[in-house]
């Protein structure tokens, strides 16, 4: 025992020596001053989602918890799941996330609503009207429908697109019919104010007076419409349109006499070609009284019809006029007849519409026009209020070099001065001049009035509405309520581009994928950007595609010029003046431009321009038939012995070689000989010899077809 004692005695020091060092260790430790951030994430609380549960479940009792086990209380069956996120949209144009399930919007730019210019729907009767490009993820929302069930039903017809991708207004059409919607006729929904929208502003109607008529005069190209209103107004307008064609709204303001009293009129002419639809409703939705031109000697077309429709929709009074009966072999019988097809019946033939025949060249008739319209003007008590700011349309606008922005409008409520603050697509400006259309200057204009204005910060669109404020500060406050088109055009490009047609899903015997021109387009107005973009997007685009990298009034710029060397673009301006020092860059950097006045041509050089892409393709044509009856082998190989059955054979031409209904040879006939002589065709009835170079596996009775390739006219389609 006493052996043992030391070493127990060292065992219990060297214990408690290592007990105490490793105290120390952790005692004397140096602090590390990035310790705290080192082990900042491992002391950060787990994030858990919160569980919301149903208000149903909210009183579940603690006994039932705490005596069941978990795997007796089923817990899946208990609505303890998180609430799904609202889906959210964006419109690509214009930045606009909509929340589907709520219908709370966060904007950053414009609302919601501006889908209304491109569809209306009624939900009730499960209709739809669809009457723009329309981007997958819109018609989804407009439809009710998960985009990738249409993406997917899409898919199955052979045509790929994605979520964003702009589709053709025919293929959400078909989609809005397979999912059994029914599709409803075009209306034009554009912002432009009627006159029933204004007068419903009035306070009272003591403070409303008689204002004029504005008429709108409409019809079909070449039908005599610029001609009459020369002759209503004494002007000659006709002889100063490039091509003899109207391409711009003009305005006059007539007065006349009527039961001795002064009566004003405010006319409106509108262009009659296709391309310039959106420029004419523009001018039917903000008039009183239509007047629907018709040739005696040419009845009812497409342009006609299409006003025809309008009216008749709209409920617009109209007369219809009979233009150029001074000319030989008219048949005003026919005339009348179509027009009862679509319900307009003269009076002298128990109908209410009132069918006046004229001669716009003879002046016959002109006062009974006149005085028609204003007794159909009376009948209507057209009224205003002159005691309020004024409101109106954009009839057109452009940039004009030296004075800036100048926009042609119609005042149709209110007083307009100068010095008002102009609220329109978004922006304020005070108005500096006004110019009624004999360009006086005025001070003030009233309801009924087509007057221009300078003075805008920015182009406005045609067809956007406008207020006037005595004060910036008001000015400011209805931006916010005003409906803005900023985008318009923008996306009217961008859809032109990027639309997915019908016609682009079918199979193309070429690959032309890769066969563009691209377009830099410079207008006098945005009327003519309108009508421009809407005759090129009627042109088929699944051979060769057309896009519009940019699109602007004004000028031709250097920027212009540097974007058209860059993207190898041609320029396309239409009634711009081209300045010297453009002309010498142009030629320097080798770039085309191409200055139009009247829309046929430019629209005929795009489509020759697009045609000159297509290759070539042909059409076979038979042009003989021949049998073989004997086989000769001479030094160059072996010569079919042929009889033409029909028609002729051709050196050169094309054969083919059929054994049995099979074809065992198809190229080129390269030699033809009639007794020994090398000879270019054999008719019918004669005997040849054929000889081919890289065929010689001839047998009796072999049939021979013999043909051309006929090059076929290029189209588009």
Request: aromatic share 6%.
């Amino acid at each position: 025992m006493k052996q043992l004692d030391p070493i127990l005695k060292e065992n219990r020091e060297n214990s408690l020596l290592q007990r105490i060092e490793k105290k120390n260790k952790y005692q004397n430790k140096a602090l590390d001053t990035l310790d705290p951030q080192k082990n900042k994430s491992k002391l950060k609380k787990k994030v858990r989602a919160k569980i919301y549960i149903g208000e149903e479940e909210d009183n579940i009792e603690t006994n039932y918890i705490e005596s069941k086990s978990i795997k007796e209380k089923n817990i899946t069956s208990l609505p303890l799941i998180r609430p799904i996120k609202p889906l959210k949209r964006k419109l690509s144009n214009n930045q606009t996330s909509v929340n589907v399930e709520s219908g709370t919007k966060n904007s950053r730019g414009n609302d919601i609503e501006n889908l209304s210019t491109l569809v209306h729907q009624d939900k009730s009767n499960n209709k739809v009207c669809l009457n723009s490009y329309l981007s997958i993820q819109e018609l989804s929302y407009i439809l009710s429908i998960p985009g990738a069930e249409i993406i997917k039903w899409l898919f199955l017809q052979g045509i790929s697109v994605t979520i964003n991708q702009i589709i053709d207004t025919s293929i959400a059409q078909s989609i809005a019919e397979h999912y059994g919607f029914m599709i409803e006729p075009k209306t034009d929904n554009n912002t432009m104010l009627s006159v029933e929208q204004f007068e419903s502003t009035n306070n009272s109607n003591e403070l409303l007076e008689y204002r004029a008529p504005i008429v709108t005069i409409l019809g079909h190209v070449d039908h005599g419409k610029t001609t009459l209103l020369d002759t209503i107004c004494k002007t000659n307008n006709v002889n100063f349109e490039a091509g003899g064609i109207t391409q711009t709204i003009s305005t006059h303001q007539l007065e006349i006499e009527y039961q001795s009293i002064k009566k004003k009129i405010v006319f409106l002419d509108t262009p009659g070609h296709e391309a310039f639809s959106d420029m004419r409703m523009r001018c039917a939705q903000v008039t009183d009284i239509c007047i629907l031109v018709i040739a005696a000697d040419d009845s009812l077309q497409p342009q006609s019809i299409e006003v025809i429709q309008y009216v008749q929709n709209n409920r617009i009074p109209f007369i219809v006029v009979i233009n150029k009966i001074d000319k030989p072999n008219i048949n005003l019988q026919r005339v009348k007849e179509d027009l009862a097809k679509y319900g307009i019946i003269s009076k002298e033939w128990g109908g209410n519409i009132s069918i006046i025949e004229v001669s716009a060249l003879t002046n016959k008739n002109i006062d009974l026009l006149l005085d028609t319209i204003i007794n159909l003007a009376e009948l209507q008590e057209l009224k205003a209020n002159i005691n309020t700011n004024a409101r109106g349309s954009i009839l057109d606008s452009y940039l004009d070099k030296t004075k800036g922005p100048i926009a042609t409008i119609l005042i149709q409520n209110g007083i307009l001065n100068v010095g008002d603050f102009i609220i329109v697509d978004n922006f304020v400006s005070k108005i500096r001049v006004i110019l009624s259309n004999k360009q006086v200057k005025l001070d003030c204009a009233g309801p009924s009035s087509v007057v221009e204005i300078w003075g805008l910060s920015n182009i406005p669109i045609s067809g956007s509405k406008f207020e006037t404020k005595c004060d910036e500060k008001q000015a400011k406050k209805l931006i916010s309520d005003t409906s803005s088109l900023n985008n318009k055009v923008r996306s009217q490009g961008k859809n032109l581009n990027n639309r997915v047609r019908l016609d682009s899903t079918k199979k193309n015997k070429y690959n032309l994928s890769n066969q563009q021109i691209n377009l830099i387009l410079k207008t006098d107005t945005h009327g003519s950007i309108d009508a421009i973009i809407q005759a090129l997007t009627k042109i088929p685009q699944n051979k060769v595609q057309l896009n519009i990298l940019a699109i602007s009034v004004g000028k031709i710029t250097e920027s212009d010029l540097q974007l058209a060397s860059i993207s190898k673009s041609i320029i396309i301006s239409f009634n711009v003046i081209i300045d010297n020092n453009i002309k010498i860059t142009v030629e320097k950097l080798g770039i085309v431009i191409c200055n139009f006045q009247i829309i046929y041509d430019l629209i005929s050089y795009i489509q020759e321009k697009m045609l000159s892409l297509v290759p070539i393709e042909y059409e076979e044509t038979i042009i003989g038939l021949a049998t073989v009856k004997n086989i000769f082998n001479v030094s160059k190989g072996l010569v079919a012995g042929c009889i033409v059955q029909s028609g002729q054979l051709k050196q050169n031409a094309y054969i083919r070689i059929k054994r049995n209904n099979i074809v065992i040879y198809d190229g080129k006939l390269h030699s033809l000989k009639r007794v020994k002589e090398d000879v270019q065709e054999v008719k019918s009835g004669n005997e040849c010899g054929i000889l081919i170079s890289n065929f010689d596996q001839w047998e009796t009775k072999d049939e021979i077809e013999s043909y051309e390739l006929v090059p076929k006219e290029k189209i588009l389609e």
